[in-house]
Each structure stands twice: as C-alpha cells, then as structure tokens.
C-alpha cells in the first residue's frame, strides 16, 4: 500500500453552537442521503477517504485545512447518526481523550443489541489503536479513536495523532473489507506529513522485525496495495486561488447561478431556491454523488457554507438553514417513494460534470471571494467573532457588476 501524506495543522478552538446545530442537521441528512443512494456501506467507504472526510468538514462549514474538522465532524456525526441508528443500520463509538475510552463498552453495549460478536469489534478497536500509536512510532500520540460500524459488521476507524514540537496533526483511516493483516500495511490511508525519521512497523520491509517484537495477531501478513494520492494542507488560513481547482469551482458557479446545464424538469423542482442556496447544494449533491476523485481539493467545499473563521467568507446561515431544509426534503420524498426531487439533486452534480469539460475560468478568484463577503450581511453571515455587517455604499458599488467566473 502506498500512503498519503498531508499536512493538517493544529487548530484549537471551539465550535459556536449556532454552527454545531446547523452541522449536526447536515450532516445526518448527507448521510441518510448516501445510504439511501448507495447503501450505509458506501458510508463507511467514504468516511475512510481522508479527502472526504476533509470535504465534509468544509461543506459543513469548518475551517477548511484544520485538524479540528476531525474532533468536531465525528462529533456532529456522533450525536446526530446514532439517535437513527436502528434506522441507518450505522453506529459511531468513541471520540476525543476520555471518550476514545469508552469505546469497548459502548461496542459490547452495540454488540449485544443487534447480534454482533462483541469480543472482535473490542479487540479491532484495540488493535488499530495498538498499531498506530506504537507499530508506528512518528511522533504523533493518538487523541482522538472513532470506531464506525454497521449492523452488518463492517467497520471504518478514523484516529487522529498529534504532534506538539510541530503543532501538526496525523490522521490516519481505517476501512475494514480492505485489512487483510493488522501487521502489515492495514491503512486505508495515513494522512500526515513525514517529520524526519519514523518507526513503522507495519511497512512490509519491517517484517523480521516485527516478528520478534510486535506479536499482535497470528494472521500471515498479506500485502495490501491501494491508490493513493498525496495532499498537502498548507498552515495559511485563508483559501487561496491554489488551494482550489478554479475549472471545477467555475462550473458549480456558473450551474447555480446562470442555471447553465441544468434541464427544464431539474429547474422546475428546484423552483423556488435561490441561487446562492443552488450553490450550496451544488457542493453538497457532489458530496452525495461525487466519484473520489472529485475530492482531491477539499478547500472548494468551503464555498458550499463558508468557515466559522471567516475564510473563505462567514459562514452564510440562511443558505445553510434552506440547503438542510431542502436536503431533508428531498430524503424524506426518497423514503416515500418519491424520486424526482433526487433526481434533481444529484443532476446538479451531473450538469457541473459536464459543464466543467468546457468551461474556461477567468481567473477573477480574489474578487468572487471579495463578493462573498461582500454580500454575507444578506444571508445572515456569522463567524466566531460575530454576525457579518452591512458594507459600505462604495463597496457594495465596486462589485455589484462582477461576473462570478
């Protein structure tokens, strides 16, 4: 297996409640729609994907490069999924310092009530824990154990490891149907980047090695490869025009505000939403449908509802309230039977598809940024520091006519 390295640099804080219930609602309802869609399966595929995982964390409106998307989104995910677990077939244990040690007892208590063995599940959470706190030695102490799981049995982990000399963060995902062997090369993907010398003990070529000093399972270690690309979290705070794939930003823009691409039937259900919200489903109908590799740049999600600190723009809570009302909306059609509504969500992701074939930005980032801000009084913008104002006469004037791409 190759692995993904990337900086996530470490980002302390809290989440404002006004944000933290906005994430929980999304969330589940982004969720529920994936299960709906492609099964609770697809679910736990997902959440082993670093990139979207990281894209989540920015639809939902965090900072966009911060280790703090991982504490805050498993939590959001936490409180949210497991009151519908019996529904989504999907329960989430562990979390943060203490809460990561609960995570044997919360297993046992799901185990014993939908028929799973509960001693395998306690002793894979262990295990993953094991390896990527002491198989690897890389100067990150593990804080944070999720262990995600269906009612099937199978199950992602997500552990995040920090390393103070650095101030940066590793995370690192683990999807079950893909771990031949806990000793050799388990990961879906470790998401951290290289700080100089690393003690891996589950990389293949340290196998006469382990033998002698790591004895964790009987198993015959089975090499695993995957795919894998490398994604670089930079420490500036701000989304820059680099940190984004401008052809693919452009497209989603110019689906939600000139309503190129999308056919008749698609506008007519979506009758009633404003452009700005239709930018924000954009970005979240791709979360639902999109292929992996249209997460390779997760900081163009953060214009689906901005971030708490005000990068790349306060985070516009009309929109965001009006994207989790039509999301739910369209689940609970879904649930009755009724697909057209669907079937409009998920053809915004197809229209930027193949918008984005053709489309040619011009590179006007700064400003479309500046209009964000510009205009974040009107859909009730917030960020930690407070609500977004009204903007002067002058600079309201000097970008009403921009073009957004």
């Known amino acids: 297996m190759q692995r993904l390295y990337a900086d996530l640099p470490l980002h302390y804080g809290q989440v404002p409640a006004w944000l933290y219930e906005r994430m929980n609602k999304l969330g589940v309802a982004i969720i529920e729609s994936i299960v709906i869609e492609y099964g609770k399966e697809a679910v736990l595929a997902r959440l082993s994907n670093p990139f979207w995982f990281q894209s989540l964390g920015c639809v939902l409106g965090m900072d966009w490069h911060s280790s703090g998307i ?16 019996k529904e989504l077939g999907i329960y989430i244990c562990g979390g943060k310092g203490k809460y990561s040690k609960e995570t044997p007892s919360e297993l046992i208590k799901i185990g014993n009530d939908i028929g799973l063995n509960t001693s395998s599940l306690v002793r894979n959470s262990k295990l993953t824990a094991k390896v990527d706190n002491t198989a690897i030695q890389d100067g990150y102490q593990i804080y944070i154990h999720s262990f995600i799981l269906t009612d099937t049995g199978e199950w992602a982990v997500i552990q995040q490891g920090l390393c103070d000399k650095h101030s940066m963060a590793r995370r690192y995902h683990w999807y079950s149907p893909t771990i031949k062997s806990f000793v050799e ?9 290289n700080e100089g010398d690393i003690l891996n003990l589950t990389d293949h070529k340290a196998d006469s090695t382990r033998a002698g000093i790591l004895e964790i399972t009987k198993e015959d270690p089975d090499k695993m490869l995957a795919e894998t690309r490398k994604l670089i979290m930079p420490r500036h705070h701000d989304v820059r025009a680099e940190d984004i794939n401008l052809k693919r930003l452009g497209s989603i823009l110019a689906v939600a505000h000139e309503k190129e691409g999308l056919d008749i039937e698609s506008l007519l259900l979506l009758e009633g939403v404003g452009p700005r919200t239709l930018q924000s489903l954009a970005l979240v109908s791709e979360m639902i449908y999109g292929t992996p590799t249209r997460f390779s740049d997760p900081a163009r999600y953060s214009f689906a509802h901005g971030g708490k600190d005000g990068h790349p723009f306060p985070v516009p809570t009309k929109v965001y309230d009006e994207t989790i009302q039509t999301l739910e909306h369209v689940v609970s059609r879904a649930k009755l039977g009724n697909y057209d509504k669907r079937t409009a969500l998920k053809n915004l992701t197809k229209a930027a598809q193949l918008l984005e074939k053709s489309f040619e930005p011009n590179n006007n980032y700064d400003e479309l940024v500046a209009k964000e801000r510009n205009e974040s009084w009107k859909y009730g913008g917030r960020t930690v520091m407070g609500r977004a104002k009204r903007p002067s006469q002058k600079q309201n004037s000097a970008l009403s006519q921009l073009s957004l791409f």
């Open 70 to 85: 991982t504490t805050s989104v498993l939590g959001a995910l936490k409180r949210s999924v497991n009151k519908r677990s």
């Open 185 to 193: 090369e388990p990961h879906s993907f470790i998401y951290g980047k």
